[in-house]
């Protein structure tokens, strides 16, 4: 089946500094990627829908600035968040969707920042 | 505008027991309906979808799911539970080429 990798699936990094999280549709192409953010017990939260070869569509309060998306080739999307604090402490899922209506999900990364 | 209802936060069945994982919807058009499971640390895994075919859709690890249009509900359930199924559920709509909505999830407990 359709599968979707994330990576790194934990990083902690320092406060101020960015980290990139790389998503990669291993066995399809997806011109459309999705970020989600999940807080601790909460649901999953969209962030962007990432396009390939154009810029991201942020949802209403997601700061573009600092979660930069970037959907170079039909099978890999970025997020860099820039410019870290605690506060983006979080776990990010990327998801893809090949032709169909099944939308799959990457295995998750865990960001700390401390 | 989709939206997804999943009634009780927390959900805790005897080992062997029914499990029932109520979801309610709200679509303007013909929605295809999605059941994910996510455990501990792990990110979401697809148990079964709905993709207005057959109304009771069987999924993965012996969970299925009926689709009733006239009460808006998708609920999942699984005859007997397993320790293994302690975990996140979550219902998810889309209308099709827009992004998952999702509903808040539901932990699912498993007593010996």
């Known amino acids: 089946g359709a599968v979707v990798s994330q990576h790194p699936s934990r990083v902690i990094c320092k406060s101020g500094t960015s980290v990139k999280i790389e998503c990669r549709s291993l066995d399809f192409q997806a011109t459309t990627m999705f970020w989600y953010r999940q807080f601790p017990k909460k649901s999953l939260m969209l962030m962007a829908t990432s396009n390939e070869g154009s810029k991201a569509t942020y949802e209403q309060g997601v700061e573009k600035d600092k979660f930069l998306i970037n959907h170079a080739s039909l099978t890999l999307s970025t997020l860099t968040v820039t410019s870290a604090h605690p506060e983006d402490s979080s776990f990010y899922i990327c998801?893809?969707?090949?032709?169909?209506?099944?939308?799959?999900f990457g295995e998750g990364s865990w960001l700390t920042v401390v | 505008a989709q939206s997804v209802t999943q009634l009780g936060s927390h959900v805790s069945v005897s080992e062997g027991a029914l499990v029932l994982l109520r979801c309610n919807y709200s679509?303007?058009?013909?929605?295809?309906l999605f059941w994910y499971v996510q455990y501990p640390n792990q990110g979401l895994q697809l148990l079964l979808k709905y993709t207005s075919a057959a109304t009771l859709v069987k999924g993965i690890n012996g969970f299925e799911a009926e689709f009733k249009k006239s009460e808006t509900s998708f609920h999942l359930t699984k005859p007997s539970a397993h320790m293994s199924d302690a975990a996140e559920y979550f219902c998810a709509v889309t209308p099709g080429n827009t992004p998952l909505v999702f509903g808040k999830g539901t932990r699912l407990s498993v007593i010996a």
């Open positions: 998801s893809a969707k090949p032709s169909g209506n099944t939308i799959y």
């Open positions: 679509s303007s058009v013909p929605p295809y």
